[in-house]
């Protein structure tokens, strides 16, 4: 049985205190994107930190033949690009507008002046930060495990990152299997049996364009 996938919504607004969400607020663009609008392009030092206000955004890289790989969603109310902004380092993929969206937009100077002169701020994004870190590790975990828990916690962050758990602990997924195999680093084939497998366990319930998770049983 697949050990319970790790808590990937660990950047969001809203877990910022009120005070922190206001003085970001204060500092921050609100800017509407188009569908399939490029926020940030990968390779690039960004100059801003994002804030999802409304729609969602994806992740994505590029094979080597130009196919597009989606490696995540940022949904409303997630955090993007914040570790890179404060590192002044380069982003490993594209952000882009999975549909038409609205971000708020926190430029680097006027962030880390804010975090310069108000302690709740810095210490908000550090405990964010080290947050992300400890999933990263988890991450790297996941990528040296098995092909049948690299499946699970993938469709669990995943499922995470698009939707909150209905009454029953069940959460949804939309994805491909194509999608899914190019995140956990399998093919389609070996994908489809891990997921066959997952489903006659009781663990999923496979729909058309739909992947519903179910509560782990006892």
């Not at 804030?51 to 890289?61: E, I």
């Not at 590790?137 to 049948?148: D, I, Y």
């Not at 739909?210 to 509560?215: D, F, G, S, T």
Request: hydrophobic share 45%; glycine share 8%.
């Amino acid at each position: 049985m697949p050990r319970p996938a790790p808590d990937f919504k660990v950047d969001r607004f809203e877990h910022f205190s009120p005070e922190v969400q206001v003085a970001l607020g204060r500092i921050a663009v609100h800017r509407r994107w188009k569908k399939s609008q490029v926020l940030l392009w990968g390779g690039d030092i960004p100059t801003n930190a994002l804030v999802v206000m409304k729609g969602r955004l994806r992740l994505r890289t590029h094979g080597l033949d130009g196919t597009e790989h989606i490696l995540g969603w940022l949904e409303t109310g997630a955090v993007g690009a914040l570790a890179p902004l404060l590192s002044q380092t380069g982003i490993a993929f594209d952000f882009v507008a999975d549909q038409a969206s609205e971000v708020l937009h926190l430029e680097y100077g006027r962030l880390m002046q804010l975090m310069a002169s108000d302690g709740r701020v810095g210490l908000a994004i550090a405990r964010v930060l080290a947050a992300r870190l400890c999933v990263f590790v988890e991450l790297h975990h996941v990528q040296t495990s098995p092909l049948a828990e690299r499946v699970w916690i993938m469709l669990k962050r995943l499922a995470l990152a698009q939707s909150e758990p209905d009454p029953q602990g069940r959460l949804a997924l939309r994805i491909t299997q194509e999608e899914l195999a190019h995140a956990v680093g399998a093919s389609r084939y070996r994908v489809g049996i891990e997921m066959r497998q997952l489903h006659a366990a009781g663990r999923i319930v496979l729909q058309r364009g739909k992947i519903q998770l179910l509560p782990a049983h006892g």
